[in-house]
């Protein structure tokens, strides 16, 4: 798998929503929606979702396996860390 474009947008809310990104994968796939959070000083993702008719989230769309997700994230949190710099934030 191939992750080309990730696009991050920040979030200027209070909460630990830090902000939304797009991921191109291998150049004929894109994901809407993936949020950041940060929680203890950790970030992490979290995949599109809905809310259920029992009030619970389930993932639209996401990784099949631990080591997808892991690139998926590490993609989508080094450009995090990369527009952060660019907006004088970390």
Not at 27 to 35: A, E, L, M, P, S
Not at 61 to 68: G, L, S
């Amino acid at each position: 798998m191939e992750i080309g474009d990730v696009r991050v947008r920040l979030v200027h809310k209070e909460g630990i929503l830090r902000a939304i990104a797009s991921v191109t994968i291998d150049g004929c796939f894109v994901v809407h929606d993936i949020k950041i959070f940060e929680r203890e000083g950790e970030n992490f993702i979290g995949m599109p979702s809905r809310k259920t008719s029992e009030g619970e989230y389930k993932d639209i769309a996401h990784p099949i396996n631990a080591e997808t997700r892991a690139q998926l994230q590490e993609a989508i949190l080094t450009r995090y860390r990369e527009v952060l710099r660019e907006e004088g934030q970390a």
